[in-house]
């Protein structure tokens, strides 16, 4: 059988090739990695006007077939018919920016040479035309020697005649060229695009263009990161509130529906894996879904409008101390709310090795899950004392954790760039595109697909360490008068755990909360809670758990405990998601080690010092 | 006379010019392919638009019909006149 016809979609980026993909092809999508890389393969099905289905693929943007990133490299091998996973495309679609010509003109020539059926399509005709511009299509066509076809693809406009085109094109394919082979002299190619580019151009009217303007306001010196700053407020605003309501909904969806079963089911060990493994450890991770995906809708607009490499390049500067370039800031920016949309929102770094200490300072920041761990250590430690007015010794505190992870990452990131990661591009050259509005079905799709990949990892990672978890907790069985959390395995790697960490102040209680903390940070408080109420007495019974705390650890103990979190890399997801972004266990090794020998030399020195000041 | 040529970080803000040359060896490998990607070549209208609000870093270029951002470093690598060709 052969298989269903495939079709790349090709151009630089920029040229609003995505949007013309999805356009094309609607919701039918599926998004997946190429073998051996982190590149996402984005494939859709469609009709062709003779009622035949075609698939189409989208490559990612590129500027020429000499690669300069790891997605340059896959967009060329897929041209070429050397990509594994992917098969020759039939034909190929190329996307060009209309106002752009004689930019995006020297990769179709590129790409024209390769001898493949082909169709380009003008698009963004419509800014164009608003930017003053008058295009001959009749000549692109004749100096090119394919058809070329004016589209708008957020109107849907030409999407009809593109089809069509490539219908004839697929099934009367006709070599373009000579196969020469495509040009690689990037000066001789860029020359003869811009003399194309003049050809084709009627008309030229200059008017002042919007995005000029918008930039006169958003990269002024002042008022850009003013409003970078009250752009970023809102973000942090609408993932931590607005995120409330959806996330205590699904938390009490997953707890009712685990006991619903809970009821049904007969006690006895599948019961409880079910229950106590399942529901409770996927249930605590499902919980972020809404936080995520609120994150990504203003990443996914911000990218979208133009305005996320506007953040990059008022950033550059600052991040450039710390070895890294401008394109670092949103990633680690939505650390702060989990470091797992922040690793997957480090596809947009170009440069792999800037990509990688990007990645790997990441769970240095702040990100929520350790919040429930502060919440509860601070409210039991720190006295509510007021510093002064409206400056409490709690909030002093938090900010101080805060700003220690801050330090942490950037320190890390200026060691790790100058040893393990050396090389790094140094460089931060970027595109600043058009703005435009974003639209709502590209974002949804995006959305749609960020939450399905979410959900993917919950689904199988996340279960079965959770599932690990809880056999570990469960097994073997407390007879009378045991403790389930004395004899279980997990109580005796607890053992194991608390002579590493006794010399640095932690007491049994911590040892045993640490490695159920692995799953999720804040799970370490829920542990805690578990091991007290099973201890307690009925005399006890009404204390709350910071009392119980409070009681039974040293204020250095408790100080300890806060800077281990700042820095232990406790969270499966964002190893899971390193392993996955950084294609293999080399760094998601690497990174966990450097955390907890960092963690372990903080928590550490914290204790010791207050230990010295009388605390312990 | 001749005008005498500056680096493009030395250009100010608004002021045409046309790219004389550029030092790709004063660059990486891939630094010098981006900036061709981008349209850096003899003779092609340049203009600094903005300029990143801490030290000054990076640059906003309008290149061809294109605005890409470089940093200084790299700014320095093109050398750019106000002549008309």
Same mark, same amino acid.
């Given at each position: 059988?052969?298989?269903?016809?495939?079709?790349?979609?090709?151009?630089?980026?920029?040229?609003?090739?995505?949007?013309?993909?999805?356009?094309?092809?609607?919701?039918?999508?599926?998004v997946?990695?190429?073998?051996?890389?982190?590149?996402?393969?984005?494939?859709?099905?469609?009709?062709?006007?003779?009622?035949?289905?075609?698939?189409?693929?989208?490559?990612?943007?590129?500027?020429?077939?000499?690669?300069?990133?790891?997605?340059?490299?896959?967009?060329?091998?897929?041209?070429?018919?050397?990509?594994?996973?992917?098969?020759?495309?039939?034909?190929?679609?190329?996307?060009?920016?209309?106002?752009?010509?004689?930019?995006h003109?020297?990769?179709?020539?590129?790409?024209?040479?390769l001898?493949?059926?082909?169709?380009?399509?003008?698009?963004?005709?419509?800014?164009?035309?608003r930017?003053?511009?008058?295009?001959?299509?009749?000549?692109?066509?004749?100096?090119?020697?394919?058809?070329?076809?004016?589209?708008?693809?957020?109107?849907?406009?030409?999407?009809?005649?593109?089809?069509?085109?490539?219908?004839?094109?697929?099934?009367?394919?006709?070599?373009?060229?000579?196969?020469?082979?495509?040009?690689?002299?990037?000066?001789?190619?860029?020359?003869?695009?811009?003399?194309?580019?003049?050809?084709?151009?009627?008309?030229?009217?200059?008017?002042r263009?919007?995005?000029?303007?918008?930039?006169?306001?958003?990269?002024?010196?002042?008022?850009?990161?003013?409003?970078?700053?009250?752009?970023?407020?809102?973000?942090?605003q609408?993932?931590?509130?607005?995120?409330?309501?959806?996330?205590?909904?699904?938390?009490?969806?997953?707890?009712?529906?685990?006991?619903?079963?809970?009821?049904?089911?007969?006690?006895?060990?599948?019961?409880?894996?079910?229950?106590?493994?399942?529901?409770?450890?996927?249930?605590?991770?499902?919980?972020?879904?809404?936080?995520?995906l609120?994150?990504?809708?203003?990443?996914?607009?911000l990218?979208?409008?133009?305005?996320?490499?506007?953040?990059?390049?008022?950033?550059?500067?600052?991040?450039?101390?710390?070895?890294?370039?401008?394109?670092?800031?949103?990633?680690?920016l939505?650390?702060?709310?989990?470091?797992?949309?922040g690793?997957?929102?480090?596809?947009?770094?170009?440069?792999?090795?800037?990509?990688?200490?990007?990645?790997?300072?990441?769970?240095?920041?702040?990100?929520?899950?350790?919040?429930?761990v502060?919440?509860?250590?601070?409210?039991?430690?720190?006295?509510?004392?007021?510093?002064?007015?409206?400056?409490g010794?709690?909030?002093?505190?938090?900010?101080?954790?805060?700003?220690?992870?801050?330090?942490?990452?950037?320190?890390?990131a200026?060691?790790?760039?100058?040893?393990?990661?050396?090389?790094g591009?140094?460089?931060?050259?970027?595109?600043?595109?058009?703005?435009?509005?974003?639209?709502?079905?590209?974002?949804?799709?995006?959305?749609?697909?960020?939450?399905?990949?979410?959900?993917?990892?919950?689904?199988?990672?996340?279960?079965?360490?959770?599932?690990?978890?809880?056999?570990?907790?469960?097994?073997?069985?407390?007879?009378?008068?045991?403790?389930?959390?004395?004899?279980?395995?997990?109580?005796?790697?607890?053992?194991?755990?608390?002579t590493?960490?006794?010399?640095?102040?932690?007491?049994?209680?911590?040892?045993?909360?640490?490695?159920?903390?692995m799953?999720?940070?804040?799970?370490?408080?829920?542990?805690?809670?578990?091991?007290?109420?099973?201890?307690?007495?009925?005399?006890?019974?009404?204390?709350?758990?910071?009392?119980?705390?409070?009681?039974?650890?040293?204020?250095?103990?408790?100080?300890?405990?806060l800077a281990?979190?700042?820095?232990?890399?406790?969270?499966?997801?964002?190893?899971?998601?390193?392993?996955?972004?950084?294609?293999?266990?080399?760094?998601?090794?690497?990174?966990?080690?450097?955390?907890?020998?960092?963690?372990?030399?903080?928590?550490?020195?914290?204790?010791?010092?207050?230990?010295?000041?009388?605390?312990? | 006379?001749?005008?005498?040529?500056?680096?493009?970080?030395? *250009?100010? +803000? &608004?002021?045409?010019? /046309?790219?004389?040359?550029?030092?790709?060896?004063a660059?990486?490998?891939?630094?010098?392919? !981006?900036?061709?990607?981008?349209?850096?070549?003899?003779?092609?209208?340049?203009?600094? *638009?903005? +300029? &990143?609000?801490?030290? /000054?870093?990076?640059?906003?270029?309008?290149?061809?019909?294109?605005?890409?951002?470089?940093? !200084?470093?790299?700014?320095?690598?093109?050398?750019?006149?106000?002549?008309?060709?």
């Amino acid at each position: 059988m052969n298989p269903v016809p495939l079709v790349a979609v090709a151009g630089n980026p920029n040229a609003g090739k995505s949007a013309l993909f999805n356009a094309l092809t609607g919701a039918r999508q599926k998004v997946g990695n190429y073998p051996g890389v982190t590149v996402e393969r984005h494939v859709g099905r469609t009709t062709l006007p003779d009622g035949a289905p075609v698939e189409l693929v989208d490559l990612p943007g590129a500027y020429g077939l000499d690669p300069t990133s790891p997605d340059e490299a896959v967009t060329r091998d897929v041209l070429l018919g050397k990509q594994k996973g992917e098969r020759l495309p039939n034909a190929l679609l190329i996307v060009v920016d209309a106002s752009n010509l004689d930019n995006h003109l020297r990769f179709a020539l590129q790409l024209i040479d390769l001898g493949l059926p082909t169709v380009v399509a003008l698009n963004m005709i419509d800014l164009a035309k608003r930017d003053g511009l008058e295009l001959d299509v009749g000549r692109l066509e004749a100096e090119l020697g394919v058809p070329v076809v004016e589209t708008v693809a957020v109107r849907k406009r030409g999407l009809a005649e593109i089809m069509a085109q490539l219908n004839e094109m697929l099934i009367a394919p006709r070599k373009i060229r000579a196969g020469e082979g495509p040009s690689h002299d990037p000066l001789a190619l860029q020359r003869r695009a811009r003399e194309i580019a003049m050809a084709a151009i009627i008309r030229e009217t200059p008017v002042r263009r919007i995005t000029h303007r918008l930039d006169g306001l958003l990269l002024h010196p002042i008022a850009g990161p003013i409003i970078l700053a009250a752009v970023l407020f809102l973000m942090f605003q609408a993932v931590f509130s607005w995120s409330v309501i959806p996330a205590d909904a699904l938390e009490a969806a997953t707890l009712s529906l685990g006991q619903a079963i809970g009821d049904v089911l007969p006690h006895g060990v599948f019961r409880s894996m079910l229950v106590d493994g399942v529901f409770a450890g996927v249930g605590a991770v499902i919980v972020f879904l809404p936080q995520i995906l609120i994150l990504f809708l203003f990443i996914l607009v911000l990218e979208s409008s133009g305005y996320m490499v506007r953040a990059a390049f008022i950033m550059d500067r600052l991040m450039s101390h710390a070895g890294l370039s401008g394109r670092a800031f949103i990633p680690l920016l939505s650390s702060f709310a989990c470091a797992v949309p922040g690793i997957m929102a480090t596809r947009t770094i170009d440069d792999p090795k800037d990509r990688l200490t990007t990645i790997l300072v990441a769970p240095l920041m702040t990100c929520s899950a350790r919040l429930p761990v502060y919440t509860l250590i601070i409210g039991a430690f720190i006295p509510a004392r007021s510093l002064a007015p409206g400056i409490g010794l709690q909030g002093v505190v938090m900010f101080g954790l805060y700003l220690s992870g801050i330090f942490g990452a950037l320190l890390a990131a200026i060691v790790l760039s100058k040893t393990a990661v050396k090389g790094g591009g140094g460089a931060f050259m970027m595109e600043l595109p058009k703005y435009q509005l974003p639209r709502v079905s590209d974002v949804a799709i995006g959305l749609w697909q960020r939450a399905m990949i979410f959900l993917k990892r919950a689904g199988t990672i996340i279960l079965s360490t959770t599932i690990i978890l809880w056999a570990l907790a469960s097994f073997p069985q407390a007879g009378p008068g045991e403790k389930q959390s004395d004899v279980s395995i997990a109580g005796h790697i607890a053992d194991g755990i608390h002579t590493v960490v006794a010399p640095i102040g932690f007491n049994k209680d911590i040892s045993m909360a640490l490695l159920p903390a692995m799953a999720a940070r804040e799970v370490a408080v829920a542990a805690i809670g578990t091991v007290y109420s099973l201890d307690a007495g009925n005399d006890q019974g009404l204390q709350t758990l910071e009392q119980r705390l409070s009681g039974r650890w040293s204020l250095a103990t408790a100080l300890a405990f806060l800077a281990w979190f700042v820095f232990a890399p406790q969270c499966i997801s964002t190893i899971a998601v390193t392993r996955r972004e950084t294609n293999g266990w080399k760094w998601p090794i690497f990174m966990v080690s450097y955390l907890f020998v960092l963690a372990y030399i903080a928590a550490g020195a914290t204790y010791w010092t207050a230990v010295a000041f009388g605390l312990g | 006379m001749a005008v005498p040529l500056l680096s493009l970080d030395q *250009l100010k +803000l &608004g002021v045409r010019a /046309r790219i004389a040359a550029v030092d790709w060896s004063a660059l990486g490998e891939s630094e010098a392919c !981006r900036l061709r990607h981008f349209g850096f070549d003899e003779g092609v209208l340049i203009e600094p *638009l903005h +300029l &990143g609000p801490f030290g /000054r870093d990076p640059l906003a270029v309008r290149v061809g019909r294109m605005t890409v951002a470089i940093r !200084r470093a790299q700014a320095r690598a093109v050398r750019v006149t106000t002549e008309a060709p």
